[in-house]
């Protein structure tokens, strides 16, 4: 077995660009922001880089280059955006940009073989605000001045580990690690692998990560399973973007590492089907349906949300669901998968009511479950219980009157609702072959990372 100071070395020279490599995109950036840097005005008071690019962060043949422009804090929150897509568009009109969404939109275009963003943020003071960009430009400056190119290169590390395990990104699909969190971490441990160890024996009382002493009172109101808080913004919680699942993926992706070093756990493994799966294919519920196009972080919250409330919708019903997940295509489809303990239920349930000692209590359970009641009895625990007949024994079937008739009362997000009821598919693992975005949730859904499990 190969030391963890080899496998490092070997990881680092696959992940740090070289002097050419660092020459090309110096240059495509150059350029692009002298395009940019046309469009300075009283209104677009600056240009500046940011991200991975201006960091010194970035990962060979897998970097973006973030260009922002800094529009004076007088400008409206209409204007604002307005600027943003006029700068960014015309600047990049050579280019073939087009819009892509987050809190704001801002401007994409593909430059020589590299994505390069114009991102508008507000020209704030420290702490001032306005938009959710703002504080990037901070974020810049002070990854710079306290990172050395040692750490920079922990960074890339901790980045092609994150990217391998599927946990890198701030996104709402990803949930998992944006590359300022990698920095931070690599500013708080050091390097790559103290970050594993620290990650490998983290618990409900040492979840807290920051470069400086951390407001106990700020703390206090952190709810996420990982605090990490922003050194330019002590009030932030960076951990909030992060997933449960994220977090316990890179814990346990960490004490494998360091248990047994591969360099498997810097390398994109695409996911395979492992073990008896066929056999679960009948406890997949797979509802599929198209949407109107929108931004992929709108869509994706909108399908995050709802699969929470179908599957709360489900559990509610006595349809127990183990594990449940949304994927879409970002472009029109969209598919939600559930996997059940079972599709159907008994004919017939027991509810098991109060000890007859509690006198209102037992009146009220029998008087409630009287006319849907077969048979009421007193159990070995002095309890009443009752046998009942269920309403809905098929999970395709709850659902399918879920998504029509209840549709207002399930939870579903409203921007869903009027996709969903236009035209919606729901079939089971073992109606028909899976194909396409289906089989892609199902697979995600039912196998291991046996490098983590």
């Given at each position: ?8 070395s070997q990881a680092?020279k ?13 240059e495509?950036?150059?350029?692009t922001?002298?395009?940019v840097s046309?469009?300075i ?5 600056d ?8 960091k ?5 043949d ?5 260009i922002?422009?800094?529009?004076d804090?007088?400008?409206?929150d209409r204007?604002?955006g307005?600027l ?11 280019y ?5 969404y987050?809190?704001h939109?801002?401007v994409?275009?593909?430059i ?6 114009v ?12 938009s959710a ?5 901070f974020?810049?400056e ?9 750490q ?7 980045k092609?580990?994150l990217?391998?395990v ?9 949930g998992g690690?944006s ?8 500013l708080?441990?050091g390097?790559f692998?103290?970050?594993l160890?620290a ?7 040492n979840n807290?990560i920051s470069i400086?002493?951390p407001?106990?009172h ?15 913004d002590?009030k932030r919680?960076?951990g909030?973007a992060i ?11 960490a004490?494998s590492?360091?248990a047994?070093?591969s360099f ?9 089907f ?5 056999g ?6 797979i509802i599929e349906?198209?949407?109107?196009r929108?931004s992929p972080d ?16 489900l559990e ?14 970002q472009?029109?489809t969209?598919?939600?998968v559930?996997?059940l303990d079972s599709v159907?239920?008994?004919a ?5 009511g109060?000890k007859i000692f509690?006198?209102?209590e037992?009146a009220?359970f029998?008087l ?5 009641s077969?048979i ?9 219980s ?6 809905t024994t098929n999970a ?9 008739k ?6 579903i997000t409203?921007?869903l ?6 035209l919606f ?13 289906a ?5 995600d859904?039912?196998t ?6």
């Amino acid at each position: 077995m190969k030391s963890i100071s080899n496998i490092i070395s070997q990881a680092l020279k696959q992940s740090q660009p070289s002097a050419e490599d660092v020459e090309k995109l110096t240059e495509i950036a150059i350029e692009t922001k002298s395009l940019v840097s046309r469009y300075i005005s009283p209104k677009v008071v600056d240009v500046v880089f940011g991200g991975s690019f201006a960091k010194g962060t970035w990962i060979k043949d897998e970097v973006d280059i973030d260009i922002f422009i800094k529009i004076d804090n007088s400008v409206n929150d209409r204007e604002f955006g307005q600027l943003g897509e006029q700068v960014g568009l015309q600047s990049l009109k050579g280019y073939n940009p087009y819009l892509r969404y987050s809190d704001h939109p801002y401007v994409e275009a593909v430059i020589n073989g590299i994505r390069v963003n114009v991102v508008p943020c507000y020209d704030v003071l420290k702490g001032k605000w306005k938009s959710a960009a703002d504080r990037s430009p901070f974020h810049t400056e002070y990854i710079k001045n306290n990172l050395d190119d040692e750490q920079r290169n922990q960074v890339r590390l901790l980045k092609k580990f994150l990217k391998s395990v599927g946990i890198y990104g701030a996104d709402i699909a990803t949930g998992g690690f944006s590359g300022y969190v990698a920095e931070i971490m690599i500013l708080k441990y050091g390097t790559f692998e103290s970050v594993l160890h620290a990650m490998s024996n983290i618990g409900v009382e040492n979840n807290v990560i920051s470069i400086d002493k951390p407001d106990e009172h700020s703390v206090k109101d952190f709810e996420s399973q990982l605090i990490i808080i922003d050194p330019i913004d002590h009030k932030r919680n960076l951990g909030t973007a992060i997933s449960a699942e994220s977090v316990g993926k890179l814990v346990l992706a960490a004490r494998s590492f360091l248990a047994k070093p591969s360099f498997d756990f810097f390398i994109k493994k695409e996911k395979k089907f492992s073990g008896n799966y066929e056999g679960l294919y009948p406890n997949l519920i797979i509802i599929e349906f198209s949407y109107k196009r929108r931004s992929p972080d709108v869509i994706w919250g909108q399908l995050k949300r709802s699969l929470n409330a179908i599957s709360k919708q489900l559990e509610l019903a006595n349809f127990k669901v183990i594990r449940s997940i949304c994927v879409t295509d970002q472009q029109e489809t969209a598919v939600l998968v559930f996997l059940l303990d079972s599709v159907t239920l008994s004919a017939y349930t027991e509810k098991i009511g109060p000890k007859i000692f509690m006198r209102k209590e037992t009146a009220n359970f029998i008087l409630k479950n009287q006319k849907k009641s077969l048979i009421t009895w007193v159990d070995s625990e002095m309890r009443v219980s009752t046998l009942i007949q269920r309403e809905t024994t098929n999970a395709k079937h709850f659902l399918k009157l879920l998504l029509t008739k209840k549709i207002e009362s399930t939870g579903i997000t409203k921007g869903l609702k009027g996709d969903i009821q236009r035209l919606f598919r729901i079939y089971s693992g073992d109606d028909q072959k899976i194909n396409g975005l289906a089989k892609e949730a199902i697979r995600d859904l039912i196998t291991s990372d046996q490098r983590i499990l």
